[in-house]
């Protein structure tokens, strides 16, 4: 099966400029996350998204950042404008369905992500 | 709150065996997960294990659980240069905090020497 595709692998841009990554998940995947990777650290949740719905998006910069997942597949992050703090990989993750408070394993997939640097 | 701990480094020789630990927060983890992660890639689902059992095992990778201590560790048997990456253990948050992200550690280096 094909696995979740990222685009654009590389960003430079200025400080207060905007950026714009995509995520094509999984076929048939329902849920969607996207997370922040600081070099040197894990990742961090930004936003999750069950279909088109926002299931989870406590951590994410809502006066800077969006995101949109139109017909709950493809999605859509943009940040504008940009910060310096905002230079990271940007991960798309993808997983089958979600079973709130339940044991079913619905690992995450992830693609390769976005680099961004702001200058 | 969730919270994920690694220690940050582990270097070994070619052969030898490799454990990574991790140590998490929340007691009501339903799944604890590893993940590794090479330079310029995305994370690569390596292994999991259930809250209810203490240990799986999958060719090379060992995992194993203490639930009373919030211990997990994984153990890559005959560890080769190809395994030298990040790796990273994280936990599905249980209770109402289960919407099935993952809270991941800061991640290991590992760095397999020939």
């Known amino acids: 099966e094909a696995g979740v595709a990222q685009s654009p692998r590389y960003k430079i841009i200025e400080k207060r400029q905007s950026v714009a990554f995509w995520c094509n998940p999984i076929?048939?995947?329902?849920?969607l996350y996207w997370y922040q990777q600081i070099l040197g650290q894990g990742p961090k949740l930004l936003i999750q998204?069950?279909?088109?719905?926002?299931?989870?998006d406590s951590q994410l910069p809502k006066d800077r950042f969006s995101a949109e997942r139109l017909k709950g597949v493809d999605s859509t992050l943009k940040i504008q404008p940009a910060k310096l703090e905002d230079s990271a990989v940007y991960l798309c993750?993808?997983?089958?369905?979600?079973?709130?408070?339940?044991?079913?394993?619905?690992?995450?997939?992830f693609g390769n992500g976005t680099r961004l640097t702001v200058t | 709150g969730e919270d994920v701990e690694q220690s940050l480094f582990l270097s070994v020789r070619e052969g030898d065996s490799s454990v990574i630990n991790c140590t998490y927060t929340?007691?009501?983890?339903?799944?604890l997960y590893w993940y590794k992660q090479e330079p310029g890639a995305g994370l690569q689902l390596l292994t999991y294990?259930?809250?209810?059992?203490d240990m799986k095992q999958d060719q090379r990778l060992t995992v194993l659980l203490n639930k009373k201590d919030k211990h997990l560790s994984l153990r890559i048997a005959d560890t080769q240069t190809g395994d030298s990456a990040i790796y990273f253990c994280?936990?599905?948050?249980?209770?109402?905090?289960?919407?099935?992200?993952?809270?991941f550690g800061q991640g290991t280096t590992l760095q397999v020497k020939p």
């Open positions: 076929s048939g995947h329902a849920t």
């Open positions: 929340d007691s009501s983890s339903t799944y």
């Open positions: 994280a936990e599905t948050p249980g209770g109402s905090s289960n919407t099935g992200k993952l809270i």
């Open positions: 294990i259930f809250s209810n059992m």
């Open positions: 993750a993808s997983s089958l369905f979600l079973n709130p408070g339940g044991p079913y394993n619905s690992p995450l997939h």
């Open positions: 998204f069950q279909n088109n719905g926002v299931v989870d």
